[in-house]
């Protein structure tokens, strides 16, 4: 998107300084970071939900069924011959 950098973060204090005034602004940046920390949890929290409900759509795609399937019976077929020479 777009990246604040120290140059720029320097301008916006001394902008916020002479605005807000110097009593101020320490509670201001408290409230900004508040806002900014949950707005980043909700963010999170949100990018979380739609990975989960991708893997759940993945899960549905018949292509990706079949796979599991034939993985499967391929395991169980594995077993069965091991079992076989075991018992020989």
């Not at 991708?54 to 069924?65: A, G, Y």
């Amino acid at each position: 998107m777009f990246s604040v950098g120290t140059p720029e973060l320097i301008v916006i204090a001394i902008i916020a300084l002479f605005v807000v005034g110097p009593r101020r602004l320490p509670e201001i940046l408290r409230g900004v970071a508040y806002v900014y920390k949950n707005f980043m949890k909700a963010i999170e929290e949100l990018k979380r939900e739609l990975e989960e409900d991708l893997e759940e759509v993945e899960d549905l795609n018949p292509k990706r069924q079949i796979e599991k399937k034939w993985k499967e019976i391929l395991e169980e077929d594995e077993d069965k011959e091991e079992e076989e020479k075991r018992s020989k």
